[in-house]
């Protein structure tokens, strides 16, 4: 049975601001047949590393505008999918389409397609929450970790300032997202707003940004919940790679507690850098935290 999806138009992505990027598109991914799905491909096709960088919610690949530079100056490969339901992606129309398992699987699926290895993930909010529990599934294509602001769910409450945004995603059919960008970034730019506000013209476009909040598995009979609590088991007794952390201390919910009993849970994770500032999407202080990355992997 097909997936009834939209499709953002074009225009909608033109001349935002330091985003030059090419986009990339797959049309064709087992299961997902259809649905197409965006993707950036900055840098030489075959080089030495990939940096796998993933968005969460209710962003999309435009956050790493500011880091892609310093990855593909380092000489790396550099991939930044869009989910399903976020930036120049296909959006499913249909609320229920949306599933923890039907976002990583597609994950899966374009890391095979492209056959990426010698990956340095790179990721925050859901972009955790899903990146973190792929390595367990393909342990051979992963050997760094770039982790900021995320956690892995494993079926226990979030907090209540968790559960307030929750239920304010879940009764506002047609969330503000370039303000509510802005008002966990307040250094963007109106053109920047605009930018995160591009893949959602209406309200038909935001079901997959309304049901990310619902899918954080917060009680132990969630899907995800398993895959979690085996990825878990990974980053602490089986993860070999280096690992970089950076925390955007002003984020409410998943700021320094959490990221700290994140880094208390990798094997070998360093001390975090912190970024004092740095709120949710830590990525828009990228021009800090990409150097220091690549500084501390030695790739400049």
Not at 274 to 298: C, M, N, R, T
Request: hydrophobic share 40%; proline share 8%; aromatic share 12%.
């Amino acid at each position: 049975m097909s997936i009834k999806a939209i499709r953002t138009p074009d225009e909608r992505f033109e001349n935002l601001p330091d985003y030059a990027f090419a986009p990339n598109y797959v049309d064709d991914l087992k299961g997902y047949k259809g649905l197409r799905a965006h993707y950036l491909d900055e840098g030489p096709a075959y080089a030495e590393r990939t940096f796998l960088c993933l968005h969460g919610e209710p962003s999309w690949a435009y956050l790493y505008r500011h880091m892609i530079p310093y990855f593909t100056g380092s000489g790396a490969r550099v991939i930044a999918p869009d989910f399903f339901g976020f930036g120049r992606s296909d959006k499913p129309l249909d609320y229920d389409d949306y599933t923890f398992h039907f976002h990583r699987d597609f994950l899966l699926r374009l890391i095979e397609r492209l056959d990426l290895k010698n990956i340095t993930l790179v990721c925050q909010d859901w972009g955790g929450l899903l990146g973190l529990t792929l390595p367990v599934d393909m342990p051979g294509r992963f050997t760094r970790l770039i982790v900021m602001n995320t956690a892995l769910a494993v079926g226990k409450p979030a907090g209540k300032g968790f559960d307030q945004w929750r239920a304010y995603c879940k009764n506002t059919p047609d969330m503000a997202v370039g303000d509510l960008m802005k008002r966990a970034t307040p250094q963007l730019t109106d053109a920047e707003v605009m930018a995160y506000d591009a893949p959602f013209p209406d309200a038909r476009y935001k079901a997959g940004v309304r049901k990310f909040p619902q899918l954080v598995m917060t009680d132990p009979s969630m899907e995800g919940v398993e895959t979690s609590k085996r990825a878990a088991k990974f980053w602490a007794e089986d993860w070999q790679g280096q690992s970089f952390m950076a925390i955007g201390m002003q984020d409410p919910v998943l700021g320094p507690p959490a990221m700290r009993q994140l880094q208390k849970l990798i094997k070998d994770c360093p001390e975090p850098l912190e970024i004092p500032d740095g709120g949710h999407f830590v990525q828009e202080w990228g021009h800090i935290v990409a150097p220091a990355a690549l500084k501390y992997f030695s790739d400049i």
